[in-house]
């Protein structure tokens, strides 16, 4: 099989800022490159010594670090004990100076709705939450299906779980009834939590219908437990739905809770993929080594320092929003701020109005809300004081090159560092990611792997890529925050991670590294298009319809071809302001040829109004490649969709292009 061809020529280079290197955690890429190194001479030291500085334990370890990737069997700090809700939350109570501080700000989509909880009164809820669920008979072990928009209460329900060693299981607040339940089912949850709404984009959107739906079929479900956000009465149907506020009223104001010593290698949470590939897997993550890998990548690679004001705008129901909205900055003692909305309601200047607003100082978000709040313009963010903000970072997606520089220069106005994080839900915490003050950054590289870290770029013989040639990435050894398993499905484990190369982990996507080091995600090796023998990434080509001014969005997908094989079809989604002309797509054939070459030249260009994108805000190429080639019966599971309307859109476009 021929190996990646890499197209993409990004020259550019941005040096961190000198304000903030000299508070900086790691201020010298001199500096990192000497912890790298005795992170991978030293394992056992370099973890011990994390997980030491960075968690409370009630009793150390016995063995730091043990894998097999044969078997495949991975374990770290075992024997260790300690409680992940002890860690985000008890022991900062002990600290007059996070006590009384804020722990969640949040702020709802209408502007009246806001919430704080300190510390304290974060572990006064979560006590209440913890003592309810052990009332209505979850052990440890149990688990929780937890289907919440966002707001304060559905960390405190996660917390609540850890706290008494059940295992939680969060399922995105978007996702359908059917989609709830099939979670459900295969979580084999106890209890249920959900609450009557949330407001989107300005309208009202319920949950308690579709959890009732979905709880129909469960007979494993003995209770739900539904919280109030609307503020209105709430009407149950299903017998075991009990409403949050009268469990609450039994108990006392300073109800307390004791918490549950757990195992290193307990599992924590149970939380399915985002589905993009294909079915969600249920992947496990275990309390020690997770919670030592989210603190110590959220403290390193956002250089939290106490008085930061950090937003995340994750979903809790991804595991950004585990690893980066609760576990790593409430491990820390953080200030986490929380937005129930959409970035572009009331208008697209909303998420700027709130980095103003509240004072924000370390932004994280997805390449596609950067891509549509570009695609509205320079003019919002240019309305703000964006003054506060010190770092920004982007997960989820490769980020096309235009769209970082974008977000370098009109939201960090070129002083804040832009921290492109590769990770995946079975890693629980960033593995390559630019430390922000000592790694100078390439826009569209994540640049170098974390301490701890190994990556490697295989060929399809397993043998090591050469220097700027494509191929599978993989991790060569263990690091604290990896998966233990697939949840009931053990077999799948070590199908889908461990045997495609024997011996590594296995991540799906496609590198390269290059000259210096750096590491350059191409996108996900099934998405790569075979052109003439040509193996071309998805996110180059993407990336340089993006460098076009006309162009919002691109996703681009192989299409069968009688001559080349497969042939380059790609969906454009224009900025405001542009029309779609066939003049315009001549335009972007040889935009592409001049920046690419004759061998990315597109066979079809399609004007779309949007791209179906999973519910975490990925592109489904899956479901492009089928309208492309034209087999518009069977477009798979669409169950992760967004919106399902865009499909029947492309349908009828591409049906109509010649
Ligand atoms: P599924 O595994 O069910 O198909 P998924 O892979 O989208 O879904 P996640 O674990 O949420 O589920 O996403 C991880 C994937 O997202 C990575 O494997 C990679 O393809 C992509 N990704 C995440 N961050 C980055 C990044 N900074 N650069 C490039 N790709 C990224
Ligand atoms: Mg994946």
């Known amino acids: 099989m021929a190996e990646l061809t890499s197209l993409l020529k990004e020259g550019r280079i941005f040096y961190p ?17 000497q912890i790298y190194q005795y992170s991978l001479d030293d394992p056992d030291e370099f973890w011990a010594e994390r997980a030491k500085e960075l968690i409370t334990w009630f009793k150390y370890w016995d063995r730091t670090c043990y894998w097999d990737f044969y078997k495949p069997e991975i374990k770290f700090f075992e024997g260790g004990k300690l409680n992940a809700c002890f860690n985000c939350v008890d022991r900062h109570l002990d600290n007059p100076a996070i006590k009384n501080k804020a722990a969640i700000i949040w702020q709802g989509e209408p502007d009246r709705d806001t919430k704080v909880y300190t510390y304290h009164m974060l572990h006064s809820e979560i006590c209440k939450f913890a003592k309810i669920l052990k009332n209505l008979g979850v052990e ?9 928009p966002t707001m304060p209460e559905a960390v405190a329900a996660m917390l609540a779980c850890a706290r008494i060693g059940a295992i939680h299981s969060v399922v995105f607040g978007g996702f359908s009834s059917e989609a709830l339940k099939v979670r459900i089912l295969d979580a084999q949850a106890k209890v249920v939590i959900t609450c009557d709404g949330t407001y989107r984009g300005g309208r009202r959107i319920t949950l308690l219908d579709r959890a009732e739906e979905a709880i129909r079929d469960c007979d494993c479900v003995e209770h739900c437990i539904v919280l109030n956000r609307f ?9 075991r739905c009990i409403l949050y506020d009268d469990l609450k009223k039994d108990l006392s104001v300073a109800e307390y809770c004791e918490y549950e010593v757990m195992d290193a290698e307990d599992p924590l949470f149970i939380l399915y993929t985002s589905g993009t590939t294909g079915k969600p897997k249920g992947v496990y993550h275990t309390t020690g080594g997770y919670l030592v890998y989210a603190a110590h990548t959220t403290q390193w690679v956002f250089d939290l320092k106490p008085d930061d004001i950090y937003w995340c705008t994750a979903d809790i129901g991804w595991i950004t929003g585990h690893s980066y909205v609760v576990y790593g900055p409430l491990a820390l003692g953080a200030t986490v701020f929380m ?25 994280y978000t997805a390449p596609t809300a950067i891509r549509v709040l570009m695609r509205e313009g320079d003019q919002w963010p240019k309305k703000y004081n964006l003054s506060s903000l010190r ?17 370098y220069v009109n ?48 060929r399809a013989d397993g043998t090591e890529a050469d220097i700027n040639e494509g191929g599978h990435l993989c991790i060569k050894r263990a690091w604290p925050g990896m998966a233990r398993g697939v949840w009931g499905d053990e077999k799948r484990f070590k199908e889908v991670y461990f045997s495609r190369f ?14 210096d080091g750096y590491f350059w995600i191409m996108g996900r090796l ?3 298009i075979n052109v003439s023998g040509h193996r071309l990434g998805t996110m180059e080509l993407e990336s340089a319809f993006v460098e076009h001014p006309a162009v919002a969005e691109a996703a681009v997908v192989g299409f069968p071809h009688d001559i080349k094989g497969e042939g380059i079809f790609a969906y454009i989604v224009l900025k405001e302001g542009f029309d779609p002309t066939s003049e315009l797509k001549k335009e972007l054939v040889s935009h592409i040829r001049k920046v690419i070459g004759p061998i990315a030249t597109p066979d079809f260009i399609l004007f779309a109004p949007g791209l179906p994108k999973t519910r975490s805000g990925k592109i489904m190429r899956r479901i492009l490649r089928k309208i492309a080639a034209q087999q518009f019966e069977d477009l798979g599971d669409t169950s992760t969709l967004a919106e399902p309307e865009v499909v029947e859109k492309l349908v009828d476009l591409r049906k109509n292009l010649k």
Request: negative net charge; hydrophobic residues 30%.
């Open 140 to 148: 440890k072990g149990d688990r929780v299906t937890i289907y919440l």
């Open 526 to 528: 099934d998405d790569v």
């Open 391 to 407: 770092i920004l970072g982007t997960v989820g997606e490769p980020i096309n090159p235009e769209a970082w520089v974008w977000f």
């Open 339 to 363: 937005y129930e909305g959409v970035p572009t309601y009331p208008n697209p200047g909303r998420w700027w109005e709130l980095v103003d607003r509240y004072g924000i100082t370390i932004l």
């Open 502 to 515: 024997p011996g590594y982990y296995y991540t799906g996507d496609g590198a390269r590294k290059d000259e």
């Open 231 to 239: 503020g209105d009465p709430i009407e149950l149907k299903d017998n």
């Open 411 to 458: 939201v960090g106005r070129k002083r804040c560092p832009v921290v492109d994080t590769w990770w995946q839900t079975e890693t629980g915490g960033h593995m390559i990611a630019p430390i922000p003050f000592a790694v100078p950054q390439k826009p569209g590289s994540a640049t170098y792997p974390l301490p701890g870290v190994e990556p490697v770029i295989l």
């Open 17 to 33: 800022p000198q304000e903030g290197k000299d508070q900086a955690y790691i201020s010298s890429r001199y500096k990192y490159k």
